[in-house]
């Protein structure tokens, strides 16, 4: 079983960037298709982006595409999510997730693994 801690939240003015990082403990994160969440407050949970488990390729919402970059450090158990140009909308919560499914998952309900959540307040 995966224990996951986000880290990296703040606060950023409108065009400005961040890189939040999910730290793995318990096992190994390269067992496990990744996905980086984030919800606001009075909506629902979206995804964001993922890392697939069978081939480590990663993939994108529309919405964060030429943005933000999720990427994994196997020698630290990591995975982040760089997250430039940030916008007011891009203001929420921001959960890492890990899946023991080897496709790519963009539900919630797709993941096992959850870490505690990170905030990210982008201002106009």
């Known amino acids: 079983q995966v224990q996951l801690v986000e880290s990296g939240g703040g606060l950023v003015q409108a065009g400005g960037s961040l890189r939040l990082s999910c730290a793995a403990s318990?096992?190994?994160?390269?067992?496990?298709?990744m996905g980086w969440f984030r919800e606001a407050p009075g909506k629902e949970r979206e995804f964001v982006a993922g890392?697939?488990?069978?081939?480590?390729?990663?993939y994108y919402a529309d919405s964060v595409k030429g943005r933000f970059t999720v990427s994994r450090d196997n020698a630290k158990n990591t995975v982040y999510l760089q997250m430039n140009s940030l916008k007011p909308e891009d203001t929420a919560v921001y959960y890492c997730?890990?899946?023991?499914?080897?496709?790519?998952?963009?539900?919630?309900?797709?993941?096992?693994?959850w870490g505690q959540g990170t905030q990210v307040t982008v201002s106009s």
């Open positions: 997730a890990a899946t023991v499914y080897f496709s790519a998952k963009v539900q919630p309900v797709g993941y096992e693994y």
């Open positions: 318990g096992s190994i994160l390269s067992n496990y298709g």
């Open positions: 890392i697939r488990r069978i081939d480590g390729n990663a």
